[in-house]
């Protein structure tokens, strides 16, 4: 029952919507189509009443690779509905540069981390970079015991992924220790930094998820709606979005930087090969 490509929607008990990122051969690198069909389907699952909590998973091997380097799978930004309140995408410089960010990136994630039913993330596999992005927008991460972390985006000259969340995720010490090794942290030590709730065994992922889920969807929505809404307000309140915002004008800058230097937005002597060979 699925009305799109790059994901599949799933009703796997009652009250509860299951999004499956469902790219394994490009292991669920997030590009423009799955962005915005995942944006429709969070929406959708956000207005049926019968939904009480929303799961984010990912067909195996991994959870995500993050951001499509490799294309946009189709989409023309500007001829679908844009989840932002920008828009000047074709503008050049840097003016184009950070208005599709802020649509495709910035903005959508906000959106998603402020949807108004709990979301829960169930990783597996290696989770990077805009990866971390989908799973930090989530109320709850449960990963997997094989689940690694990273993001690598330093290593590509810029100043980590665009929705930094990192020190509020990590604390501030850690959070720059994994911005400057690009280390991939594992799943137990995700879960003693306080970054991912529950560590499961790989087999019973799916399973734990859906009791966690239920064990919730038990609950009264009005009221997950609006605790859900006190504690995002109280990160609000301690400054996260604008430290957000503050971040995502200096990972601009370091675009612009790279484009200067090199010709592109990132730095070609830290990008995987595989994108290197198409740039
Ligand atoms: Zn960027």
Redesign the pocket.
């Known amino acids: 029952m699925s009305d799109y490509t790059t994901l599949l929607y799933e009703q796997p008990a009652p009250g509860v919507a299951r999004i499956v990122m469902n790219r394994p051969q490009a292991r669920n690198a997030q590009n423009l189509e799955m962005g915005y069909e995942l944006n429709a389907a969070f929406d959708r699952a956000s207005l049926d009443d019968s939904i009480k909590v929303i799961v984010l998973a990912a067909s195996d091997p991994h959870f995500s690779s993050g ?1 499509d380097l490799r294309g946009d799978g189709g989409v023309v930004l500007g001829d679908r509905p844009i989840v932002s309140s920008w828009g000047g995408f074709q503008q050049p410089g840097a003016h184009g ?1 950070f208005a599709r ?1 802020q649509e495709i ?1 910035l903005q959508n994630t906000r959106r998603w981390r402020n949807l108004a039913k709990p979301t829960i993330a169930a990783v597996q596999g290696r989770c990077i970079a805009g990866g971390l992005m989908l799973a930090w927008a989530c109320d709850l991460i449960v990963a997997s015991d094989d689940a690694t972390f990273c993001d690598p985006v330093v290593t590509m000259g ?1 100043c980590g ?2 929705w930094f969340v990192h020190p509020w995720e990590l604390g501030a010490r850690k959070a720059k220790e994994f911005l400057f090794t690009a280390d991939d942290w594992s799943a137990q030590e995700a879960h003693r930094l306080g970054m991912v709730n529950r560590v499961v065994a790989r087999a019973e992922l799916e399973a734990e998820v859906l009791k966690l889920a239920l064990r919730i969807a038990a609950k009264p929505a009005f009221a997950l709606q609006m605790v859900k809404k006190a504690v995002n307000q109280t990160l609000d309140i301690m400054g996260q979005q604008s430290s957000v915002d503050q971040a995502f004008a200096l ?2 800058l370091c ?1 612009a930087h790279n484009v200067q230097e090199f010709g592109q ?1 990132i730095d070609p002597g830290g990008m995987p090969a595989a994108v290197k060979r198409r740039v």
């Open positions: 951001h540069r960010e990136y810029v992924v665009e990972h601009h675009h937005v």
